[in-house]
């Protein structure tokens, strides 16, 4: 019953910023762990970033490691996903990710619930 809907996304170019939402309803946003993925045309879905039921632990996939932050709001039901200093190399489809885990989750797979995506672009 967990229902999650990703916003924020668009063309921007190189070196721009971005924040992404998650709006999270069904359940009791607090206990779940949160993810960030991408997926590109052609290549396999990949952590950008997680972020610990309390909000108090982070993990970063290598490539977005400076530059991207995640964040949530428990009052409100919201993870965020700040970018900044896009890259071309960027540009893809970025899921919003939900687990009912005590730890942060750093594969797609032991996500068990999922948003529509929303895609990113970046000019050069």
């Known amino acids: 019953q967990v229902q999650l809907e990703e916003a924020g996304g668009g063309l921007v170019q190189?070196?721009?910023?971005?924040?992404?939402?998650?709006?999270?309803?069904?359940?009791?946003?607090?206990?779940?762990?949160?993810?960030?993925?991408?997926?590109?045309?052609?290549?396999?879905?990949?952590?950008?970033?997680?972020?610990?039921?309390?909000?108090?632990?982070?993990?970063?996939?290598?490539?977005?490691?400076?530059?991207?932050?995640?964040?949530?709001?428990?009052?409100?039901?919201?993870?965020?996903?700040?970018m900044n200093s896009l890259k071309p190399e960027d540009t893809a489809v970025y899921y919003c990710a939900a687990d009912n885990a005590v730890f942060i989750r750093e594969h797609a797979t032991d996500y068990d619930y999922w948003g529509q995506g929303t895609q990113v672009t970046v000019s050069s």
């Open 14 to 82: 190189t070196g721009d910023s971005l924040r992404l939402s998650c709006a999270f309803s069904g359940r009791t946003f607090s206990i779940y762990v949160m993810g960030w993925f991408r997926q590109a045309p052609g290549k396999e879905r990949e952590l950008v970033a997680a972020i610990s039921r309390a909000g108090d632990r982070t993990y970063y996939g290598d490539l977005v490691k400076g530059r991207f932050t995640i964040s949530r709001d428990n009052a409100n039901n919201i993870a965020y996903l700040h």
